[in-house]
């Protein structure tokens, strides 16, 4: 049970002024929930594009390599010439206060693969190649995928405040302006009446 507002002229300007303070905030909080889905929205739509072209590119990618198997027998010897990529970086960029992740896996410079020519034929250049293109993909909707769930946590929370704004504070503060301004009035009005009374004593 909230504590009973004092009904003075002080109290009411200090209400008034946290009023304006919540609506202002209330209104932030809407314009940056909105900002998020829009933003959330996007990446959705993004996560279905790269998703698609995922599972076509895994696809192509171990067509390519059983047609490697099956040329050059089963490629586990070769495959552990492959190095281990180390290139992979990860920073933030800022939306709205909330820290998107972005992903990025550098481009090698050499066009070379890493097996001997002599061990190898076009069809495991080629399954090379379309897990190459799997790698960057993965590395894209794991960024995607993580930005949506931090976005997605984030419009809850802005949520649950806007929604403490609008419900629980605003209405309060408007009930404590209303009670001290009918207090004040009622006031004024007493202090009306005996005035009135006092001056027909006198005469």
Do not use: W
């Not at 933030?92 to 990025?104: A, K, L, T």
């Not at 495991?124 to 190649?129: F, I, N, P, Q």
């Amino acid at each position: 049970m909230s504590t009973p507002v004092v009904p003075t002229k002080g109290n009411l300007i200090a209400v008034k002024k946290s009023l304006e303070l919540a609506k202002g905030g209330f209104d932030l909080l809407d314009r940056k929930r909105n900002i998020l889905i829009r933003e959330l929205m996007m990446l959705i739509k993004h996560a279905g594009s790269i998703q698609d072209k995922i599972d076509d590119t895994y696809s192509s990618a171990y067509e390519a390599l059983k047609r490697a198997n099956i040329t050059l027998g089963i490629c586990s010897e070769i495959a552990g010439t492959v190095p281990i990529d180390e290139t992979l970086k990860l920073s933030y960029r800022s939306v709205m206060g909330v820290e998107i992740p972005i992903v990025s896996l550098r481009e090698k410079e050499s066009t070379t693969f890493p097996f001997g020519l002599y061990t190898s034929n076009s069809m495991l250049d080629e399954a090379y190649r379309r897990f190459i293109k799997v790698k960057h993909l993965t590395a894209e909707l794991s960024e995607v995928e993580n930005s949506i769930y931090r976005l997605a946590d984030a419009i809850s929370k802005t949520q649950k405040r806007a929604n403490a704004l609008k419900n629980i504070v605003i209405p309060r503060f408007e009930r404590n302006v209303k009670f001290i301004t009918d207090a004040l009035e009622e006031k004024d009005r007493e202090e009306f009446s005996r005035l009135k009374v006092i001056k027909r004593r006198k005469k």
